[in-house]
């Protein structure tokens, strides 16, 4: 039998409507609409795409949209200065910086250089351990794109046994501090652990974010779990173009899991609509307003 698909456009598409009803409804009290700046520099074309998107979705939310963007020799110290000048602007509520940056800039420092008020990425140290001590605070827009689709499967994480599979900063380890918040029951696994097929098995809800094409297969998954797949790798084809995959074997896992996010389709239009979630947030929190219903 195969798994429920959740549906992460979909699910997106509800989050983004509920933003664009508070972003009205909070207008007046702001005197102007929530506003994002992305900065971009260089042209990798990935993150072109991406900022193009993002643009989009802050407009169609009735939000404002700055984008900046450099040339990809500009210097530490001017990426810099931009930061600055949009930390003290009072019209930005949330400032990304789109990742990755060119080798010639530090991509902590900058990072660290964003008004953590203003941190929609929730990547500064201060909302880091603010999430880690279970503060509230501006939280990584993947990882808490993951927990709504999870809840669409069980609406109720508490006591489940998850496990996550990756640890980096921007999902991983956040991930982890946001189960933990659900009570959820919690491993974190990685290249360096052993039997990875076997602690996967464990997991009612498996999480999966490890960057490989397709590298969990369908025999790693516990029957009836649930699975979400981070990842989203290009593999080549026979015609050149290649095609989009998720770090899971979608094929072999459908047939054994009990939920689990397609890729592309799942996680990643969840990114989107949860930063746009995190503007509001922020633009509510600078305005000494209560947090935004969504």
Not at 99 to 116: E, H
Not at 140 to 153: D, E, N, Q, S, Y
Request: charged residues 20%; positive net charge.
């Amino acid at each position: 039998m195969s798994a429920r698909i959740l549906d992460g456009k979909a699910l997106a598409a509800e989050l983004r409507a509920k933003v664009a009803a508070e972003a009205a409804r909070i207008e007046p009290r702001l005197k102007r609409p929530p506003g994002l700046a992305v900065v971009l520099v260089g042209e990798n074309p990935a993150s072109v795409v991406y900022v193009r998107s993002k643009a989009r979705a802050t407009l169609e939310a009735d939000m404002a949209s700055f984008e900046h963007r450099l040339s990809a020799d500009a210097s530490e110290q001017e990426l810099l200065a931009l930061v600055a000048r949009l930390n003290a602007d009072p019209k930005v509520d949330g400032i990304l910086v789109q990742l990755p940056l060119p080798p010639q800039i530090d991509s902590a420092r900058v990072l660290a250089a964003v008004d953590p008020l203003k941190d929609v990425d929730g990547f500064h140290p201060v909302n880091a351990g603010k999430l880690a001590t279970g503060l509230p605070a501006l939280a990584p827009c993947t990882p808490v794109g993951c927990i709504m689709l999870a809840k669409r499967a069980h609406p109720s994480l508490a006591g489940l046994e998850a496990v996550v599979l990756g640890r980096s900063n921007i999902v991983g380890k956040p991930l982890v501090q946001l189960l933990l918040a659900e009570n959820a029951t919690v491993t974190i696994a990685h290249s360096k652990t052993r039997d990875l097929p076997a602690v996967c098995r464990r997991a009612d809800v498996l999480f999966v974010a490890i960057g490989r094409p397709e590298f969990v297969r369908g025999d790693w998954i516990k029957p009836d779990a649930t699975v979400i797949d981070v990842g989203t790798n290009r593999v080549p084809t026979p015609d050149g173009k290649g095609r989009l995959v998720g770090d899971v074997n979608f094929k072999e896992a459908v047939e054994v899991a009990g939920a689990i996010t397609p890729s592309p389709g799942g996680v990643g239009p969840m990114t989107i609509a949860c930063l746009l979630a995190n503007t509001l947030r922020a633009a509510c929190m600078r305005a000494g307003l209560p947090a935004p219903a969504i």
